[in-house]
């Protein structure tokens, strides 16, 4: 094994660390709109949608006016798992994924006869960044005894690596299932979700040594001073987070779990250690409800993404309209490593589906 390999299995290395805050800082942020301007170019993307057969399909973290949009045109606002499974079961000729590039790939690996459209092709994602898809392969042929299990948030190259591929949404239930055929795993990119996975299930894993620039930023003493304060707030907690700070949640879990505690719970107060753009979706389903963003900046007050992805703030109205005026931003795969990956992707989804995580195959019409 070569030592950037051990390094990377170990930690991220600190140049590639920097590389990846440094390219989160240099994000160039969509251009401010007044309330007219996006009236016009919500009427001129509703008119494109129609004529290209096109849909939205967008995350939770993304700018709210995309939310809207995609639900009010038939679109799909989701995690990653239902936004796989909705795009594969889409009859448009098109879809546009409003999130990051991983995403988008995921779309194209499933549905390659269907044109992948993102606002920014540049959306990338920390946990992608941190797991280079050559060292990863060198990491796994260590330990040849061991199912590779990848997390969703990895290139179409890594995920061609894996046996699975997982989502917060059904990471425990297909690592449980795993555990009981007796499966010694590798897991990769996200450290802190790995290390939650392998304290609930119990089972022997190797780790990537991975993190998501949000989620990490997560603060223990400040959350804990932010508690005291607000001592009925229940403690919501992405389990991309230090184990610090899952350790002080009510609840843990993915984006859909947090959003129907939110809806569901008695509780009228909220702290929620996530992506803050999944707060659009919670006032939606809960508008009476307080939401308290967890405090992401430390001693300092420095912080790199301050609960928000800076490249989930990528998109906006204006290059959601670019992209399906002109077709840029198309994702393009080498179908070798597509049909490598697709196998890891689908049993994803067969499992998902049959455990009732995600809704069973129905054309949805554009």
Known sequence: MSSQTINLAQSIPIELANSINNLASSVVLPAYLTEREKALLVKKIKKLLKEKKAQIVAHYYVDHDLQALAEETGGKVADSLEMANFGAQSSASTLVVCGVKFMGETSKMISPEKTILMPDIEATCSLDKGCPADEFRSFCNQYPEHTVVVYANTSVEVK??????????????????????????????????????????????????????????????ELQELKKLNPRAKVLVHPESPAEVVELADVVGSTRVMIEAVQTMPDQKFIVATDNGIFWKMKQLAPHKKLIVAPTGGKDGHCISCAHCPWMAINGLQNLHDCLLSGTGEIFLEETIRLRALRSINKMLDFSRKKGLIAKKEVKKA
């Open 160 to 221: 061609a690596i894996a046996d699975w591929v997982v989502t917060s949404g059904n990471a425990l239930e297909i690592v449980n299932h795993l555990k009981k055929q007796g499966k010694k795993i590798i897991w990769g990119p996200d450290r802190h979700l790995g290390s939650w996975i392998q304290s609930e299930t119990g089972i022997e894993m190797i780790l990537w040594q991975g993190q998501c620039i949000v989620h990490d930023e997560f603060q223990v003493f």
